[in-house]
């Protein structure tokens, strides 16, 4: 069943924008993944935040956790043409193991065009 | 290291056909996964393993699905017989030790059932 759902399906920007993408889960995490999939691609680990933190940075990237709201959202700044992919919120459900690894629920994807 | 491995990466049967997908993960990672990814159900978790056990398969749709994983470098996705409903693109991803979860996924392999 989907625990993550991003919002919005879909969003076209200008490169060098900002993009935000949000996600929102129902059950208590132990951490929650940003992944990016090219198309016809395979996905690929963006960024990890843990239940205990509230933001984390990689990069162009920013990731923000409200585990009161059961929401994070993912910025990517100064975007690129080659950021234009489908960027997908991932849950490690609480009562997983943890440290250990446990099957990821998935949201739908967010897809994000970045216009030249 | 050559990332995750999945083999073929289309494959395209007929309706009652066996199908067998292949995947080797990345060296030194001891969870295997596999997921379907359809655009109507998103990506679900089908399968996986630790230390090539099964641990959770509440997520394989019906008996004609089955996973197995004989060693640490070699998994297989079995569907039999096959059905239409079955096209999607099959994903296998791997994880290591006390990586809080972090998966590398292979490139999946496209199924169409005719």
């Known amino acids: 069943s989907q625990q993550g759902e991003e919002d919005p399906q879909a969003l076209s920007i200008q490169e060098g924008e900002n993009a935000t993408m949000n996600c929102s889960y129902k059950?208590?995490?132990?951490?929650l993944q940003w992944y990016r999939q090219n198309s016809g691609r395979g996905l690929v680990h963006l960024i990890l935040?843990?239940?205990?933190?509230r933001e984390k940075h990689s990069g162009r990237l920013r990731v923000t956790l409200d585990t009161s709201k059961k929401s994070s959202s993912l910025l990517i700044t100064a975007s690129r043409a080659a950021d234009t992919a489908s960027y997908f919120c991932?849950?490690?459900?609480?009562?997983?193991?943890?440290?250990?690894?446990?099957?990821?629920?998935f949201g739908k994807g967010t897809h994000l065009i970045i216009q030249p | 290291d050559a990332g995750v491995i999945q083999s073929p990466r289309h494959e395209v049967t007929e309706m009652g056909q066996e199908v067998t997908l292949r995947c080797k993960p990345i060296?030194?990672?001891?969870?295997l996964f596999w997921y379907r990814q359809t655009m109507m159900r998103g990506l679900e978790l089908l399968i996986y393993f630790n230390n090539n056990v099964p641990i959770d398969d509440s997520g394989m749709p019906e008996d004609r699905f089955s996973a197995k994983m004989p060693n640490a470098s070699f998994s297989t996705l079995k569907i039999q017989p096959s059905e239409p409903r079955d096209s999607a693109v099959y994903f296998c991803a791997s994880s290591r030790p006390l990586a809080y979860n972090e998966q590398f996924f292979g490139p999946g392999t496209r199924l169409t059932v005719l």
């Open positions: 059950t208590s995490i132990n951490n």
């Open positions: 060296s030194g990672h001891d969870y």
């Open positions: 991932a849950t490690d459900a609480l009562g997983n193991s943890g440290g250990g690894a446990d099957g990821l629920t």
């Open positions: 935040i843990r239940s205990n933190e």
